[in-house]
């Protein structure tokens, strides 16, 4: 059965994905929030962190840059406890956005 909900998540995030790709936006967030929703209740970490990445993306391209890094930052953590690939990448974008916003206040 977790094999089950393991290929819906992917499938709802892979919908979301869609969604967000071509700019509906609020739709691609209520597919990734079932997706998060499903792979944390089954305890699949890394689809957290990458729906979590993918809803960071959908944040940022609407403007919201603070729920944006706020759920980057979310997949960062797992990203990294999980000591995946990804989490570089998405290190360095959020510390990229960090220094821009300093170099903004200045």
């Given at each position: 059965?977790?094999?089950?909900?393991?290929?819906?998540?992917?499938?709802?995030?892979?919908?979301?994905?869609?969604?967000?790709?071509?700019?509906?936006?609020?739709?691609?967030?209520?597919?990734?929030?079932?997706?998060?929703?499903?792979?944390?209740?089954?305890?699949?970490?890394?689809?957290?962190?990458?729906?979590?990445?993918?809803?960071?993306?959908?944040?940022a391209r609407t403007g919201e840059t603070k729920q944006a890094d706020e759920y980057w930052r979310r997949a960062l953590d797992l990203y990294e406890r999980l000591g995946v690939a990804e989490a570089g990448p998405l290190r360095a974008r959020l510390d990229g956005r960090e220094a821009l916003a300093r170099s903004h206040q200045q």
């Open positions: 059965e977790i094999a089950n909900h393991y290929q819906e998540g992917m499938a709802l995030r892979g919908i979301g994905s869609s969604h967000h790709h071509t700019n509906r936006h609020e739709v691609a967030l209520a597919f990734y929030e079932k997706s998060l929703d499903l792979a944390h209740r089954i305890g699949d970490v890394y689809e957290e962190a990458r729906t979590l990445d993918e809803m960071g993306a959908a944040f």
